[in-house]
């Protein structure tokens, strides 16, 4: 097993986001949806021999923070898939969403806006891998009020404790099949 890097990288590159593997538009609605308040619209959408059927759609609303391993043991296929999983949520779900950038430390905390596909994102980091680091951030700075985190990462790394994630509802999106299969 590889042991996690100890020292924040500096490095920056550009990437483009790829389409996720996983079908993140249903599966994130569900989680994000349970995780905090809900707007509820009722429709008469429906017509049948008695009259309109209402449809109740849920929608999750409120803030989503969207953290991704940035360090040197990601492959670039993997952080283009983290961006895909970041743009999906922004454009499906009614929610703020932000992203963060972390390998040892974290290098950026900003609101999502989706990049032309001519220019992809910028990547910092590339360092070794101390995801409690995100919520260390997160306790630093109380005006953060997203309480729903769905973290990015290969897996190579030390894991927060209860005391740090603060209430927080976590998602751990592991792309490592190693750290799954243990």
Known sequence: ARPPGQIAGALEGLLQACKPKVDW??????????????????????????????????????????????SGSVPDEELSQFWGAVEEISKRLNVDTYVMQVDYDVHSFERFKQAPKSKGYKVKGRGGTRMPAIFDYLNEHPEIKAKTVVVCTDGWTDFPTPKQVKGRTVLWVITSKDMVEK
């Not at 008469?44 to 008695?50: I, L």
Request: glycine share 10%; aromatic share 8%.
């Open 25 to 70: 538009k249903r599966f994130l609605k569900n989680f994000i949806g349970t995780s905090g308040t809900v707007d509820i619209s009722t429709t008469r959408s429906r017509f049948n021999k008695y009259g309109g059927t209402p449809r109740v759609t849920l929608m999750p609303k409120g803030e989503c923070i969207v953290a991704q391993d940035t």
